[in-house]
């Protein structure tokens, strides 16, 4: 982060964000930017120089996993619906080399995967190493939308907390940063952004009927993700909370979220497998 952006950080970007025990999303101001002191303009400022600095470090990070390095980073985004996973991930990671990107979205499980744990077709889907994997939704909707919809019993549900606690511990220890963000958008906000898509033809597309549906329980949801939030917060693996109803911030917040991921990792460049000089003497010759 450059000094000029850092001083619009008023706290570091993790301290500002993180889930606070005993949050209450009816609570939240989705309008706010938490930790951010400047301006729509600042922040896209700010997310450009940022996109800089994170472009550098995963190319390093890319860079280690070619030359053996173990390590790797994996984005879990959340959100209800409207809440701009996509543009975080376009936006966002769009803005570093998409060899370097394992993208991977998660919808209803197929009847193949139904009859799996559910925590294995994440498994499958985990970045290797050198990658910066994105789950678009993840192993985290398995105990929203079951249990909203009373889809599993309450002792199933209870064991995924904690088998999903034991997995990102176990994903951690081998190597990979887990930063997982629950995008936060406001009912009205929420409101605003599907009566668009319907109102706009080009984005008729992106409408799903169901999309009412899950407003019409969104104090069940509500109730769901602060569970998720509670249970599956933990040192190794926090969950932080990202304010939403104003783009610009939600993807300036991941962006500086991911960058400090990256720099946690204090890789530099990994030092040539051969004698540089001899090569260039090599090369030279070759002409
Ligand atoms: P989005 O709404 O994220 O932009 P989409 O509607 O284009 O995505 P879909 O392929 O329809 O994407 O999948 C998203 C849907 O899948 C969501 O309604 C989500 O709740 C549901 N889903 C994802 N994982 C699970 C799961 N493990 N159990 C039940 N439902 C799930």
């Given at each position: 982060m450059t000094d000029a952006v850092r001083q619009l950080w008023g706290a570091p970007v993790e301290e500002a964000l993180r889930a606070r025990p005993g949050l209450r999303l009816a609570d939240l101001d989705a309008r706010a930017t938490p930790g951010f002191t400047g301006s729509k303009a600042d922040g896209r400022a700010a997310m450009a120089a940022t996109g800089v600095r994170l472009a550098d470090l995963q190319e390093r990070l890319y860079a280690h996993g070619r030359t053996g390095g173990t390590r790797s980073v994996l984005l879990v985004l959340q959100g209800p619906d409207t809440a701009g996973k996509g543009g975080v991930v376009r936006e966002v990671l769009g803005m570093v080399d998409p060899q370097g990107v394992a993208l991977r979205a998660f919808g209803v499980p197929t009847p193949a995967e139904r009859e799996q744990h559910f925590l294995q077709r994440v498994r499958a889907a985990l970045p290797p190493a050198g990658r910066i994997g994105v789950f678009d939704r993840s192993h985290h909707e398995d105990v929203l939308v079951p249990r909203v919809e009373g889809l599993v019993p309450p002792d199933v549900l209870e064991r995924r907390y904690d088998e999903i606690v034991r997995f990102e511990e176990e994903v951690v220890a081998a190597g990979t940063t887990v930063v997982k963000v629950l995008l936060w958008v406001s009912a009205d906000e929420q409101h605003a952004r599907l009566r668009t898509r319907l109102t706009q033809p080009e984005k008729h597309?992106?409408?799903?009927?169901?999309d009412v549906d899950a407003r019409l329980r969104r104090g069940a949801y509500e109730e769901a993700y602060e569970a998720v939030l509670e249970r599956t917060s933990t040192d190794v693996a926090p969950w932080y909370v990202v304010p939403a109803d104003r783009r610009w911030f939600a993807r300036l917040a991941v962006t500086a979220l991911l960058h400090r991921a990256l720099d946690d990792l204090g890789l530099g460049w990994p030092a040539p497998t051969y004698d540089v000089a001899a090569e260039l003497a090599r090369l030279d010759a070759s002409r």
């Open positions: 597309w992106k409408y799903d009927p169901s």
